[in-house]
């Protein structure tokens, strides 16, 4: 297809609002993208800065932007300049957003993920060498604007309103923050939709945006140890995602399974079978709780450390230890017959019969801090070294006490 044949395809979707034409002629991962890279060939300055005026301002250069784009990314394998080149796209379109309707939403969205996805790209080789990823985090506020002005469209009401694309671009941006290590910052976005009368309900939305949204609001929760509100949206997230969606149904448990080991809800064998990687991470884990093998969890802690750590998983993990020794020490009383008395040096025993080896003070620290949680009920006489337990259910379930 040559330029101007390429620039003259956009009339027709243009006056007839057909978001599905300008998604293909826009989106850089189909034929037409890579037809263009061979054929078009090198956009040079001069052009990109007088693109014409065959189309109603400002698709000329819209394009224009995205021909240099495409030959920028499939001839010249230049990300960082493909990813400029759909960045200075999107400024130009969002001139031309500003006063349309609902109908060119799913333009907005293909633009945008492709943005979000060559700015990864671009900085592979920076956030390598530096840690940082300055493509994206530019890239993140590309993706605010255009939250901004589908949360603020006075324009236009009902479905024919920008407001009904909040969640989709709330999202991305939500994606966008914890990608570039900023989380914190997500809660202005949220703010932002929750806090606005017209904004629609989340339940208008299509159902994957519905998924995502529930997903990311657990997984803050999650992160500021809100631990059953994490646990509500991220069961919500699980129970709606696709049944093909697998990968994002292995996102989901990675977050969800440490919550479930917390309150006592051990995750089937089969469950597990379905997702190899969790389950080689999380079964031992598992397997530990159930014996109250507390030294074989801490050994299991260290090997996953980094892992974990990358996934901020590692402290809920640390948490979930205290599982293990909850049922350990309940193995003991179950030991004792029941018995509502036990000495400290009970536990002791029992800690290093399991390779853990610990003096009766700090086992008598481990039992008060169990009862001060509510993993057992009683109390400690100091003076006897005793351990006086409730007479009914000394060992509640995990999942009443669950903060």
Known sequence: MKLQQYINSFIEPLHHEEPAALIRLLSLHNKTARGLADTVGHIDERRLSNPGHSLPEPWDGIAIRHCACVYALYT?????EAYTHQNALLSLFYRWFQDQSA???????????DLRDLAEQADQVTYSSTGKMPSLEECTRTVSKAFSMCATDRTFKGSESRRT??????????????KVGKPNLCKNIIRAVTSDSKTPPIEEAPLNDQVTWHFYIGMLAFLNGEDKKAGEELEWALLNCPADAHRNQEL???YLIPLHLLRGSLPSRRLLSLHPR???LFLPFINAIKSGDVREYDERLDWAQQRLVGMSTYLVMERAREGGLRM???????ASDKSTRIPITTFQIALKIHGVDVDSDEVECMVANMIYRGYMKGYISHEKQMVVLAKTNPFPNLSTIIR
């Open 252 to 254: 989901i448990l990675t």
């Open 278 to 280: 969790l389950e080689e």
């Open 328 to 334: 350990l020490f309940k193995k003991a009383w179950i």
């Open 103 to 113: 109908w060119v939403l799913p333009v907005l969205y293909i633009l945008l993920q």
């Open 165 to 178: 694309g909040v969640y989709h671009v709330a999202c991305l941006s939500l994606k966008c923050y914890f």
């Open 76 to 80: 010249k394998k230049d990300y960082q």
